[in-house]
Structures are given as C-alpha cells and as structure tokens.
C-alpha cells in the first residue's frame, strides 16, 4: 500500500508558477512509477508527466518547456513545477504511483486554478 498527499495547489495569474508536491508512504518509493495527472471541469482525467526513479521523464505535449517533473528518493517526495501557466491548466492535479505489479495509487488532489 503507498499512500499519497499532494500540496501546492492554489490560484495564480496567468503566466504565473506553482509547484506541486506529492508526499508517498508506505512502500518502497523507488520501485514506483510517480506521475502527475489532471481533471479540468468536464472533461476526462489526463496524464501531465511521469518520471521513474532512474530519471526517465515523460510530457503530455501541452505541458512540455513548462512543466517539469522530479522526484526526491530520499524524502519521498515527488515535484511538479509549473510554469508560463494558462487559464486551461485549471484542474484538479493528482499525484499517481504505479508499478511493474500494476499496482496503482492516487492521490486526493490538489486545486490549481489560474485566472487573472
């Protein structure tokens, strides 16, 4: 069992930053996939970035030279920094763990709202 909390969220102009974390416990942080997804008012849930713990990142194509994803083995903590935000990053952001197991984990979510 992994348990996740997610902080950062919280409302921003355009063209402003946020940075998110994703607090993991309960298992062994670095056998796990973390990723960040997102929920925008009616629409479907969709993926923002992933990273592994040996450094390999991936970007949904909206997100990419904006966003960037880490992760801190040490503390267990995944990041999402966000950048250059737009009115349509507004969404509830969740943190996700996953493994070779297809054991899979999410968050509560996080709010992030940007508008001027």
């Known amino acids: 069992q992994v348990q996740l909390v997610e902080s950062g969220g919280g409302l921003v102009q355009p063209g402003g930053s946020l940075r998110l974390s994703c607090a993991a416990s309960?298992?062994?942080?670095?056998?796990?996939?973390m990723g960040w997804y997102r929920r925008a008012p009616g629409k479907q849930r969709e993926l923002v970035a992933t990273?592994?713990?040996?450094?390999?990142?991936n970007y949904a194509n909206f997100v990419k030279g904006r966003f960037t994803i880490s992760r801190d083995n040490a503390k267990n903590t995944v990041y999402l920094q966000m950048n250059s935000l737009k009115p349509e990053d507004t969404a509830v952001y969740y943190c996700?763990?996953?493994?070779?197991?297809?054991?899979?984990?999410w968050g509560q979510g996080t709010q992030v709202t940007v508008s001027s």
């Open positions: 309960g298992s062994d942080f670095r056998a796990y996939t």
């Open positions: 990273g592994t713990s040996g450094g390999k990142t």
């Open positions: 996700n763990a996953n493994n070779v197991y297809l054991d899979n984990y």
